[in-house]
Each structure stands twice: as C-alpha cells, then as structure tokens.
C-alpha cells in the first residue's frame, strides 16, 4: 500500500476534493450535503482564514480531507469538523491520520472543542467520531446528534 501523507490543504486542491465529495454525495447515506460542488465553490469555503483544512494522500492522489471551522451557535473556543474518505479507502487510517493532524491545529488555535454533527442513519460517522473520543452530548434536530471532543 502507498504512504499515507497529511497536509495542510491548498487552493488548488479543491478540485480533487470536490470529486472525491461529489462521489460520496452520490452515493448517499453518510453526508448532509446534497448536490455535487464544483472545485470552484469548494475553493471559496477554503478562503475562510478561520477554517482548517487538511488532505490525505496516497500515491500523490487525494484519498480523504478534513476540515474544521467556527459556526454560529458554538461557543468561540470551539469549531465543528467535517471528514471525507474516498469510498473504498475506509478502515486504512486516512481518518485517524486526519484527525492528529487536526486536532493538533485546534490545539495551536487555542480551541478547546470540536464538534461534530452526524445523521442518525450515518453509523460509519458515528464510529468514526466515537473511535476519536467524540462524546454524544445532544440531538441536534431531527435525525442529527451532537458529539463533542474536548482538547
């Protein structure tokens, strides 16, 4: 198997990861986004200077991408995350390499919780966050839970 490599996320990324999310989107089940995103509109949610962004690679393809951001609602030491792994690529780390490197740049923002939100019918996420320590805390709405890591 190819080298895993994580880092930080550059602009002229998203379109790679705009693919891999458009392939997750399609197949259903595990995200809340709905329509394909064109590498352009990806690029702009990457502009914001408050977010973090991280990529996998293997063998110099994206495999999976990471990001965490302040939202409205969450208190201002905190962010939400999101993860994507190309699908096929699961259980090979990608996930877990993500979130070292994530939850070392929260660390370093002073950030002391991440939180995720995650579809009921979503059992891949739920384990994923749960196997990070991710603790349930609340329902969001309908179908959605809340789970928190706390730095």
């Known amino acids: 198997m ?3 490599h994580i880092r930080k996320a550059r602009p002229f990324d998203a379109g ?3 693919s891999l999310l458009n ?5 259903g089940g595990t995200t809340a986004l709905q329509g394909p995103l064109s590498g352009d509109e990806l690029r702009d949610w990457m502009s914001d200077d408050r977010a973090t962004w ?3 690679e293997m063998g110099g393809d994206i495999v999976g991408f990471q990001w965490i ?3 409205a609602g969450l208190p201002p030491d905190a962010a939400s995350i999101a993860t994507f792994t190309k699908p096929g690529h699961q259980g090979l780390g990608i996930g877990s390499a993500l979130f070292d490197a994530t939850k ?7 950030l002391r919780a991440i939180h ?8 891949g996420g739920r384990a994923y966050y749960r196997s990070r320590g991710f603790e349930r805390v609340a329902n969001a709405a ?3 839970v809340v789970k928190v890591y706390r730095l």
């Open 104 to 110: 070392k740049a929260a660390k370093a923002q002073g």
């Open 142 to 144: 309908e179908g959605k």
């Open 2 to 4: 190819p080298h895993l």
């Open 16 to 18: 790679a990861m705009a």
């Open 69 to 71: 951001e302040p939202q």
């Open 116 to 123: 995720a939100i995650i579809a009921d019918y979503n059992e």
């Open 23 to 27: 392939d997750i989107i399609a197949i």
């Open 54 to 56: 991280h990529v996998a």
